[in-house]
Nanobody, 115 residues
Framework: QVQLVESGGGLVQPGGSLRLSCVVS????????MGWYRQAPGKERELVAH???????SYADSVKGRFTISRDNAKNTVSLQMNSLKPEDTAVYYC?????????WGQGTQVTVSS
């Protein structure tokens, strides 16, 4: 069974930075494209960034130029560097494959951007 464990969230002021990490176990991580998703209160979960198994990345327009997704196949880890954070980035952030093919989600990590 695939397990996803996200970490790195917290409370940050507008303009600040955070780095999220996700450790994946129970699968051959290196062959899967991965994504970071977020869900804000009262909204649907959305994809914010994804990275192929060879390292090509793409981003939602709302985060382009501010967020950077990366992966370390040796450590089964996908990361999201978030800079110039805005209040509208407040959400619970999750990682998963992209497209989502695993039946489970991790607990997510809360990111709150507020002064």
């Amino acid at each position: 069974q695939v397990q996803l464990v996200e970490s790195g969230g917290g409370l940050v002021q507008p303009g600040g930075s955070l780095r999220l990490s996700c450790v994946v176990s129970g699968t051959v991580f290196r062959i899967y494209p991965m994504g970071w998703y977020r869900q804000a209160p009262g909204k649907e979960r959305e994809l914010v960034a994804h990275i192929t198994n060879t390292g090509s990345s793409s981003y939602a327009d709302s985060v382009k130029g501010r967020f950077t997704i990366s992966r370390d196949n040796a450590k089964n880890t996908v990361s999201l560097q978030m800079n110039s954070l805005k209040p509208e980035d407040t959400a619970v952030y999750y990682c998963n494959s992209h497209p989502v093919i695993w039946g489970s989600w991790g607990q997510g990590t809360q990111v709150t951007v507020s002064s």
